[in-house]
């Protein structure tokens, strides 16, 4: 596609359920990430993919997080057992390769998550 | 380990002046790239500028540039001839050059700007 796609763009989950969001980066790119932005915050790392290596799990809060990234494109974010202070703005990125000229991230529009 | 740091988190700008925002960073990197990004009420990240940390000149895009010090680890944003478009929450990032681990994009809080017409 022309950009990051990320669904749903708004999600209402009762807390204890889990939610699985997806992210459909730019073709070709190599590295993708997930970020979360709780509100009026900055952005917090969770998880990168780079190619066919392990991915960086060093940003997720819980073991309540997973992430996984099939054929090195698309990827789902899953959240087990939601809280309450899970709410909040999860942000995917992808971007050509990681290191290089061609390193900036494009970001996809966001998935705005409520858990009441 | 990196940490990015934005001090100003509002600014307010008159409509056609110039304003700056303030970024720092601290690494013990001599490699890396640094980033500001614009995210307007759409949650979009847009990419505004980016720098290279081993070229020495200014990045410049339209009516953005840029004040690198690296000695100083500095790295401001300077918005020139403000429109009404450009009010947003702006965001310094981080990102090292060796990749790996250290691969992803290290966020400030971000600064919320606005403009006045």
């Known amino acids: 596609g022309a950009g990051v796609s990320q669904s749903p763009s708004n999600k209402v989950t009762e807390k204890g359920k889990d939610v699985e969001l997806r992210c459909d980066p730019i073709?070709?790119?190599?590295?993708l990430y997930w970020y979360r932005q709780s509100l009026g915050q900055g952005l917090e790392f969770l998880i990168y993919?780079?190619?066919?290596?392990?991915?960086?799990k060093s940003g997720l809060p819980s073991d309540r997080f997973s992430a996984e990234r099939t054929g090195g494109s698309v990827s789902t974010l899953t959240i087990q057992r939601t809280q309450q202070e899970d709410s909040a703005v999860y942000l995917c990125?992808?971007?050509?390769?990681?290191?290089?000229?061609?390193?900036?991230?494009?970001f996809g529009q966001g998935t705005r998550l409520t858990v009441v | 380990a990196q940490t990015v740091t934005q001090s100003q988190p509002e600014m307010s700008v008159q409509e056609a002046e110039t304003v700056t925002l303030s970024c720092t960073y601290d690494?013990?990197?001599?490699?890396?790239?640094l980033f500001w990004y614009k995210q307007p009420p759409s949650r979009q990240m847009i990419l505004v500028i980016r720098?290279?940390?081993?070229?020495?000149q200014n990045a410049t895009e339209n009516r953005f540039s840029v004040n690198f010090q690296k000695a100083a680890k500095s790295f401001s944003l300077k918005i020139s001839d403000s429109q009404l478009g450009d009010a947003a929450m702006y965001f310094c990032?981080?990102?090292?050059?060796?990749?790996?681990?250290?691969?992803?994009?290290?966020f400030g809080k971000g600064t919320k700007l606005s403009v006045k017409p």
């Open positions: 073709s070709g790119h190599t590295a």
């Open positions: 993919f780079q190619g066919n290596s392990a991915p960086d």
């Open positions: 990032a981080y990102r090292s050059a060796w990749g790996g681990s250290q691969g992803n994009l290290i």
């Open positions: 990125a992808s971007s050509f390769q990681l290191t290089g000229v061609r390193t900036e991230a494009f």
């Open positions: 690494t013990s990197e001599s490699d890396y790239y």
């Open positions: 720098q290279e940390a081993y070229k020495q």
